[in-house]
């Protein structure tokens, strides 16, 4: 009888024991999410004011034209700045991403948090790079337009017609960063009282 209460209370302690490593593991995953909020939700501002910028200049050339001349040169220059947008956006999400992934996570319930939020992360990434493909590929197809005898002003690189087809489907991100917060939050009733302990 006293060897089934001493496994018992040993089981009682490594239980808790377990629980409160869980507990500090998601509260330190907590203060790197909270660290990298605002500039994540900065970078999601700049990329819907990034997408209705790249929406409205496809929609205008595919509705006019790519144009002759010194519009087709303008318009590869904005397409390769664009690009170079495109870049700077993904990196900035790659920070995030990165910041996540090299957090030290055994537990169960942040593991899937951080998984969560890395697929999330992983598939904006790839979204902005493959914008940014196709937009150094319009830019390409304007220079090519501007040194064809046969091109009349009225049409535009097979590559804008591409660009355009994403930018319909497009969707404005979501704040993942603060999905992942609220999820550790409401699951370890994290505080702002345990942000300012290790």
Same mark, same amino acid.
Do not use: I, P, W
């Given at each position: 009888m006293k060897l089934r209460c001493c496994c018992l209370a040993a089981a009682i302690v490594l239980a808790s024991g377990c629980g409160k490593e869980e507990r500090r593991e998601a509260v330190g995953f907590y203060k790197v999410l909270a660290d990298k909020r605002a500039g994540f939700a900065a970078s999601n501002g700049l990329e819907k004011d990034f997408a209705g910028s790249v929406r409205s200049w496809c929609e205008s050339i595919v509705a006019n034209g790519a144009g002759k001349g010194d519009q087709l040169t303008q318009n590869a220059t904005v397409a390769r700045d664009l690009a170079r947008s495109a870049e700077s956006l993904s990196a900035q999400v790659g920070l995030v991403r990165q910041a996540v992934y090299d957090q030290p996570l055994h537990q169960e319930f942040p593991q899937s948090v951080k998984s969560t939020l890395i697929t999330e992360l992983t598939r904006r990434q790839r979204f902005l790079q493959e914008l940014? /493909? $196709? *937009?150094?590929?319009?830019? $390409?197809?304007?220079?090519? *337009? /501007?040194?064809s005898r046969d091109y009349k002003g009225d049409s535009y690189p097979n590559a804008l017609g591409k660009l355009t087809t994403v930018m319909q489907s497009y969707h404005a991100p979501g704040d993942s960063v603060s999905d992942a917060e $609220?999820? *550790? /939050?409401?699951?370890y009733s994290i505080k702002d009282a345990d942000l300012g302990t290790t």
């Open positions: 940014r /493909a $196709t *937009l150094d590929d319009s830019a $390409t197809g304007f220079e090519a *337009l /501007a040194q $609220t999820a *550790l /939050a409401a699951k």
